[in-house]
């Protein structure tokens, strides 16, 4: 069976520090990997999503950054993070189509605060 | 108008109670519809998975999608204090990989 990891669980950073969130993925190969941010009381936000090593589209411009160095490994990364930076960042995969593509799994999450 | 709308709650209901969750959306290209239960302070784990209309069933969970009036549910029969969490309905066009996801409602089962 599939499993996906998130680290650290919480987080507690001051403004203008850097980041590094890590997600792996367990039990499939070549996923979709998706990072996600949930503010209180808010949605899912799309920050990164990659369909194979290298390649990373970013649907929300901002300080963040993303890498896949490998084919199970998702980074969220930022030089200097702001207030704004703080929530819930979730990392999520699915399969590729045609084998799938439409479910996305979640990670546990990693919750942020900035101070 | 949001491509995804889902009223945030919260829904408060006695232990036993069926509980309706319910979404609408305005893309008619959306053909997958998905259910997600979450805790609090956890990730969003996948309930229920539904392909174009018709009703699904697993459990107590029900699963209801109208293609016609782009109008989807989650019926939950005798419902638990353990269900209390935030429900998030997501759906996805044909061929796509990226769903769209509503706000989520959260729902309280109180004894």
């Known amino acids: 069976s599939q499993t996906i990891h998130q680290w650290p669980a919480t987080l507690v950073q001051p403004v203008g520090s850097p980041l590094s969130l890590e997600c792996t993925v367990e039990?499939?190969?070549?996923?979709?990997l998706y990072w996600y941010r949930q503010a209180a009381g808010r949605g899912l936000q799309l920050l990164f999503y990659?369909?194979?090593?290298?390649?990373i589209s970013s649907e929300v411009p901002q300080n963040l950054s993303a890498s896949r160095p490998q084919d199970r490994q998702f980074i969220l990364s930022s030089k200097k993070l702001l207030l704004s930076d703080s929530g819930f960042y979730l990392c999520?995969?699915?399969?590729?189509?045609?084998?799938?593509?439409?479910?996305?799994?979640f990670g546990p999450g990693t919750r942020l605060l900035v101070l | 108008q949001k491509e995804v709308e889902q009223d945030p709650g919260p829904l408060s209901v006695p232990e036993g109670a069926i509980v309706s969750l319910n979404c609408t959306y305005s893309?008619?290209?959306?053909?997958?519809f998905m259910w997600y239960r979450q805790y609090s302070r956890k990730g969003p784990e996948l309930l229920m998975y539904?392909?174009?209309?018709g009703n699904k069933e697993d459990g107590r969970f029900t699963a209801q999608v109208d293609k016609s009036s782009k109008y989807i549910s989650l019926f939950i029969r005798d419902s638990q204090p353990s269900d209390s969490a935030t429900y998030l309905c997501?759906?996805?066009?044909?061929?796509?990989?990226?769903?769209?996801f509503g706000r989520g409602t959260s729902l309280i089962v109180h004894p």
């Open positions: 990659s369909v194979g090593i290298g390649q």
């Open positions: 997501a759906m996805v066009s044909g061929g796509s990989y990226i769903p769209t």
């Open positions: 539904t392909y174009s209309s």
């Open positions: 039990g499939t190969s070549n996923p979709n």
């Open positions: 999520a995969w699915s399969l590729r189509p045609p084998r799938g593509g439409e479910t996305q799994y």
């Open positions: 893309n008619s290209a959306f053909q997958y």
